[in-house]
């Protein structure tokens, strides 16, 4: 499984565009990007999923260079709602069982 | 809407004691998973399954045993429960291959919060 890094913590104040990248450089080539968002007390959610270029759903936008060995999650305007912790996660699209790797994820807090 | 059931969101038991946690998905899904939350650790994987009776070792099985029995129920099991497994304990389901490809979108339940005294 491709090791994944990205920051562990960020603030951004309500309203701004937040951008969260993480690091991938062993991605595979049918790997997938994968990312969760948690709220307290709550399981993770799935938010989005890219292979290349972008992918934007009501939620976020995902931006993932040529190379794939990094991608972006781009939150628009956020509110304290967003507050959270979220997950990149990289992963084979193979047919079968899937074990991922969620590790630490970064914490954002949106600070009014 | 997919829904993940854990059997209890609180739980307090005695030190040796047997555990088990309940799982219970409501979509068909072939795939379950049994993850562990702790502070500065994030989530990690203890035991998955993808069909009855087969399970498959995450990265943390040391103490942790589990049972799938049906489809739709995952079980995770502490044979002798010690502090040092006082933690949070999300399930989650997915589907085997299904859906387009790279989706496998993990579905959790709300969590169970284990204290071992």
């Known amino acids: 499984l491709a090791k994944t890094t990205q920051p562990i913590s960020m603030d951004s104040y309500e309203g701004q565009e937040v951008n969260i990248t993480c690091s991938h450089n062993?991605?595979?080539?049918?790997?997938?990007i994968t990312w969760y968002q948690q709220f307290p007390s709550q399981g993770p959610r799935f938010i989005i999923q890219?292979?290349?270029t972008k992918v934007t759903n009501e939620v976020a936008s995902l931006f993932i260079p040529a190379d794939r060995k990094s991608s972006t999650l781009s939150l628009p305007r956020v509110s304290l709602s967003d507050t959270a912790v979220y997950y990149c996660?990289?992963?084979?699209?193979?047919?079968?069982?899937?074990?991922?790797?969620f590790g630490i994820g970064t914490k954002l807090q949106v600070i009014p | 809407d997919v829904k993940v059931t854990q059997s209890s969101r609180y739980l307090v038991k005695r030190t040796g004691e047997k555990v088990f946690l309940e799982c219970v998905q409501d979509?068909?899904?072939?795939?379950m998973f049994w993850y562990r939350q702790d502070p500065g650790l994030g989530l990690r994987l203890i035991y998955f399954?993808?069909?009855?009776?087969?399970?498959e070792k995450g990265d943390i099985p040391e103490g942790y045993s589990v049972s799938r029995e049906k489809k739709e129920r995952f079980s995770l099991i502490l044979e002798s429960a010690s502090t040092n497994q006082t933690s949070m304990y999300l399930c989650?389901?997915?589907?085997f291959g299904g859906g387009a490809p790279g989706t496998y979108e993990q579905y959790f339940g709300p969590g169970t919060r284990l204290t071992v005294t």
């Open positions: 979509m068909d899904h072939e795939n």
């Open positions: 996660l990289v992963a084979p699209a193979a047919g079968g069982y899937q074990k991922v790797t």
């Open positions: 890219g292979y290349k």
């Open positions: 062993n991605i595979a080539t049918n790997d997938y």
């Open positions: 989650a389901s997915s589907l």
């Open positions: 399954s993808y069909d009855v009776k087969m399970k």
